[in-house]
C-alpha cells in the first residue's frame, strides 16, 4: 500500500478556503485516495474519495494530479468547527490493514 | 442502524488486571479493525479481522489478543494490562469494494487508564 505524508499542522482563517496538501508517489493504478478527519476525541469520519477524477461533495473537493502522486482536500470555506486533525490513506482491492498515519491538524481561527 | 457500537465508554484498571472491549457493527461489514491513539498522536492498527473466524496483527500487537467468533462482533482483549495501555480505543469496520466505496465507519472509541 501507498505511503502517504502530510503536513504537520496547518492554519487558516474563518471563511477562507483551506488546502490541505497530500503526497502519494508510491500509490498504484489501483489505488483510492481517501480523506478523513477526526475533530477532538471523537472517532475518525469520512470526507471524500478519489481515484483520478477530481470529486466534490457537499464537504469537500478533492483535487488528484495528473500523475496521482499527490491530492488536495479543499474546504472551500472553513469553518472553526472544521478544526480538525485531517488523515490521508490510500486503498485498493488488496488492501487489508488500513494505517492512518499522522494526519495534519488543521486549526481554523476567526 | 447503530452503526459501530463500542462497550465500555470508559474504564479504570489496575496494573496486572485483565478486560476485554467490545465491538459490534449492524451493518453486516466484513472487516473490523481496532485502533489505540495516544494524546496528540495518530492512529494506530492493533490488529483487524477480514472475516468471521479471522484475525490479523496490526502495527502494534503486543499485550492484545482479539477474537472474532461472529462477524458483527470484533473483541479486544487485555490479558495483563500495563499502564502503557492507557489510550483511547476506537474500533471500525467497513465493506471491502477494492476501494471503490470502502468507507470506515468508526465507533465513539473507549477511555482505558491503566494505573
Known amino acids: 500500500d501507498a505511503k502517504t505524508t502530510q503536513p504537520t499542522s496547518m492554519d487558516c482563517a474563518e471563511g477562507r478556503a483551506a488546502n490541505l496538501p497530500c503526497n502519494h508517489s508510491?500509490?498504484?493504478?489501483?489505488?483510492?485516495v481517501y480523506w478523513y478527519r477526526q475533530i477532538h476525541s471523537q472517532g475518525p469520519q469520512y470526507i471524500i474519495h478519489g481515484l483520478k477524477n477530481n470529486e466534490t461533495n457537499e464537504m469537500a473537493s478533492l483535487i488528484i494530479t495528473e500523475d496521482r502522486k499527490s491530492s488536495t482536500l479543499i474546504l472551500p470555506h472553513a469553518t472553526l468547527r472544521d478544526t480538525a486533525v485531517y488523515y490521508c490513506i490510500a486503498i485498493s482491492y488488496n488492501t487489508d490493514k488500513l494505517i492512518f498515519g499522522t494526519g495534519t491538524r488543521l486549526q481554523v481561527f476567526p | 442502524n447503530a452503526g459501530v457500537t463500542q462497550t465500555p465508554k470508559f474504564r479504570v484498571l489496575k496494573t496486572g488486571q485483565s478486560m476485554t472491549l467490545l465491538c459490534a457493527q449492524d451493518m453486516n461489514h466484513e472487516y473490523m479493525y481496532w485502533y489505540r491513539q495516544d494524546p496528540g498522536m495518530g492512529l494506530r492498527l492493533i490488529h483487524y479481522s477480514v472475516g468471521e473466524g479471522t484475525t490479523a496483527k496490526g502495527e502494534v500487537p503486543d499485550g492484545y489478543n482479539v477474537s472474532r467468533l461472529k462477524k458483527q462482533n470484533f473483541l479486544l482483549g487485555l490479558e495483563s494490562a500495563a499502564p502503557s495501555q492507557t489510550s483511547v480505543y476506537f474500533c471500525a469496520s467497513s465493506y471491502p469494494t477494492g476501494g471503490m466505496d470502502e468507507k470506515l465507519f468508526f465507533g465513539s472509541g473507549t477511555q482505558l487508564s491503566v494505573l
Open positions: 508510491t500509490i498504484s493504478g489501483n489505488e483510492y
